[in-house]
């Protein structure tokens, strides 16, 4: 009943130090999982940001691009092969546009370049109407042009002498072909599952890695809310299908439009999860030692007790049905000896149980 007694005070106390090392290893994973949750947020919005500044550079330099070329168009005046023959000239010099246009008041394309079939008809796409109609510099709407593509059109109008309004100068970009939009916003890959997309002002996706949610709204997202409302910041949220994500979000000013930098939790939790627990599975053996003080017990004794402690934590799985393994050095205090000599002693048996391959017993001479 008393060695009993004395095995079940050895599995409390180990017990009790098992529950110490472990709220230490949880308290750390707590701290290092915040930490590492911040700097992916940090680093999504300062991305997105650096991807916002990117766009409104570019759009801004789209505008004025045509404003200093609009006094070489006017449509009306000259004749559509000078119009078409500047045109070329200016796309041929150009780095930002897939197609540039002038259409005259009338909505009618009266030069393009390269050139479509287009040449000559009357147009009324939804950034042709919205040029004609405000008659002033603007960045329309994504919409699908007559040639197919989803486009962007940038337009500044065109006047005569005498003030009147003659029609627009327009480049247009294809949102999916090449282009310096496309290139900046286009593909973002990572292998930890983040990724980029970007909202047009309704809060419909324009660029997204997969394909196929091209033209979804997403404005019930609450990142996408906040982008469209002129708000920079970082958050983590839960997307329109559910996965819980790490978002930096940025607004484009000259578009109206939202980019959102973002990394999948998971992709976070999961590897921190696996690193502790190899820390514990097995770091834990090499650096945790202890000792045991068994009063009025032989050493024959004292060592059954060992080889069941050995037992039971062998047999017990760990994390992920793993399973880890104690050496145990054991010894009986002699009558003389001092208390340095008596551990190193046990210390020796230890090791020399390590050294023989570890997972035994070993009683000290």
């Not at 109609?133 to 042009?145: D, G, M, Q, T, V």
Request: glycine share 8%.
């Amino acid at each position: 009943m008393k060695k009993r007694l004395q095995f079940w005070l050895l599995i409390l106390s180990l017990t009790a130090v098992f529950g110490i090392l472990f709220s230490t290893l949880f308290a750390s994973y707590l701290v290092t999982k915040d930490t590492i949750i911040q700097n992916t947020l940090n680093v999504n919005e300062v991305y997105s940001h650096k991807l916002a500044q990117i766009t409104d550079d570019s759009f801004k330099a789209m505008e004025l691009n045509l404003e200093a070329r609009s006094v070489d168009f006017i449509p009306g005046v000259d004749s559509r092969e000078d119009l078409l023959s500047r045109l070329d000239r200016m796309i041929n010099s150009s780095k930002y546009f897939n197609l540039l246009a002038v259409i005259d008041k009338e909505g009618i394309l009266q030069a393009v370049s390269p050139r479509t079939e287009f040449l000559g008809q009357r147009l009324d796409t939804l950034g042709v109407i919205e040029a004609l109609e405000k008659k002033r510099p603007l960045i329309s709407e994504p919409y699908i042009a007559s040639t197919g593509h989803m486009t962007v059109l940038i337009s500044v109008p065109l006047w005569g002498d005498s003030g009147e309004y003659l029609g627009f100068l327009g480049g247009t970009i294809f949102l999916h072909e090449d282009n310096i939009v496309k290139t900046t916003l286009g593909d973002h890959f990572s292998n930890d599952g983040s990724y980029v997309y970007v909202v047009d002002r309704g809060g419909k996706l324009i660029y997204h890695p997969e394909a196929s949610r091209i033209g979804e709204k997403v404005n019930e997202n609450v990142v996408v809310e906040k982008v469209l409302s002129g708000i920079n910041g970082r958050q983590r949220v839960t997307n329109t299908k559910g996965v819980d994500m790490l978002a930096g979000y940025s607004y484009v000013p000259t578009s109206g439009w939202g980019i959102v930098s973002q990394t999948p939790y998971n992709s976070i939790e999961n590897p921190l999860q696996e690193k502790i627990g190899l820390i514990i599975l097995y770091t834990l053996p090499f650096l945790f030692e202890f000792v045991i003080l068994m009063p009025n017990t032989k050493g024959e004794e004292a060592l059954i007790a060992a080889e069941r402690l050995r037992n039971v934590v062998q047999s017990t799985p760990c994390l992920k049905e793993e399973y880890i393994t104690i050496s145990l050095g054991v010894g009986s205090y002699k009558r003389g000896e001092g208390l340095e000599e008596f551990f190193n002693r046990v210390d020796a048996a230890l090791y020399r149980g390590k050294n023989e391959g570890r997972n035994r017993s070993i009683l000290a001479n």
